[in-house]
């Protein structure tokens, strides 16, 4: 089984470019997804976060994401622990996961922080995806009902696209100019030949 991480800053039209390899049959893995849904129901993870920053993070059994948000974000050392205990557990289950995937010739694991979270070791290719950050603004912006200083935050935890550019297997540009369908074809392509 090929397993192929594919990255890329916020809002740079990852989960876009994501439903394009589902439509030619590659299972994704969607770590955002994964981590909210082990936030509350993984029972280790959940003790776990309220050893580290208190009950009130949650109600009930639910997660509260703009509690948990508010002591992570601005605060390197909150959010370093909060990766220390999510990190592991998602890379864990994408790797139940994708064992369960044996009729595909590829499995794609996206994830804004690959590299971050040293999840590119457990892959074999990895993608990234390029936007210009005025585009990446105005999506994020738009899709979370945010303020630009919100995702210039969120933005300043992550590697730039330069640095995930020199590190990655293959590019795709998502610039809302240049055609997407090529790029992922191509790509496609390319990772069925080294799968077969």
Known sequence: ?????????????????CKVFECL?????????????MYDDTPSVHAQL????????????????????????????A???????????????FLEWSERQENAPYVLHEAALMFESSAHKLMDKIITVT????????????????????VLQRMAHQLSDEE???????????NNATPLLPQ???IHEQILAIAE
């Open 50 to 77: 309220i050893q580290e920053f208190g009950k009130e993070i949650y109600d009930g059994e639910i997660l509260n994401r703009k509690q948990l948000a508010q002591k992570v974000f601005g605060n390197r050392e």
């Open 184 to 186: 992922v074809l191509k």
């Open 164 to 174: 995930r550019n020199t590190r990655a297997d293959f590019v795709i540009v998502s």
């Open 131 to 150: 936007s210009p950050i005025d585009i990446r603004l105005q999506r994020v912006m738009h899709r979370d009902r945010c303020t630009r200083e919100e």
């Open 25 to 37: 049959g590659i299972p994704v893995f969607y770590a955002d997804d994964e981590v909210k849904k």
């Open 79 to 93: 959010l370093a622990k909060l990766n220390a205990i999510a990190h592991p557990a998602v890379s864990k289950r």
């Open 1 to 17: 089984m090929i397993r192929v991480g594919i990255t890329g800053g916020i809002g740079s039209g990852k989960s876009h470019i």
